[in-house]
């Protein structure tokens, strides 16, 4: 059974750092596309950043890329996303979901390819 949980979310000042972790308890992420969405309020899930379970090729909107890194730790069985330079308009619930379905395909910043998502962390980027 898939579980996702986030974690590693909080309240950080403009231009500071946080890192979020993916993790499931029982399948093997690495075998899988994880994508990491963000949804604000009144505003509809956009997609951040996805790791595609072929080759580990990364993808990033154009609003985060150069200050978020998406990475897998296997041996916690985690997809990490480290978030630099934090702006006020990073503000949002942030989900990974995961793709159990295209194994040989580039991860896409779609979330009607993610089968299953976590319950949300909230990141706040306020003064």
């Known amino acids: 059974q898939v579980q996702l949980v986030e974690s590693g979310g909080g309240l950080v000042q403009p231009g500071g750092s946080l890192r979020l972790s993916c993790a499931d308890s029982?399948?093997?992420?690495?075998?899988?596309?994880i994508g990491w969405f963000r949804q604000a309020p009144g505003k509809e899930r956009e997609g951040v950043s996805c790791?595609?379970?072929?080759?580990?090729?990364?993808y990033y909107a154009d609003s985060v890329k150069g200050r978020f890194t998406i990475s897998r730790d296997n041996a916690k069985n985690t997809v990490l996303l480290q978030m630099n330079s934090l702006k006020p308009e990073d503000t949002a619930v942030y989900y990974c979901?995961?793709?159990?379905?295209?194994?040989?395909?580039?991860?896409?910043?779609?979330?009607?390819?993610?089968?299953?998502w976590g319950q949300g962390t909230q990141v706040t980027v306020s003064s």
């Open positions: 979901g995961i793709d159990v379905r295209n194994y040989l395909s580039p991860c896409v910043a779609d979330r009607l390819r993610y089968d299953y």
């Open positions: 790791i595609s379970s072929s080759d580990d090729s990364t």
């Open positions: 029982g399948l093997p992420l690495r075998y899988y596309s």
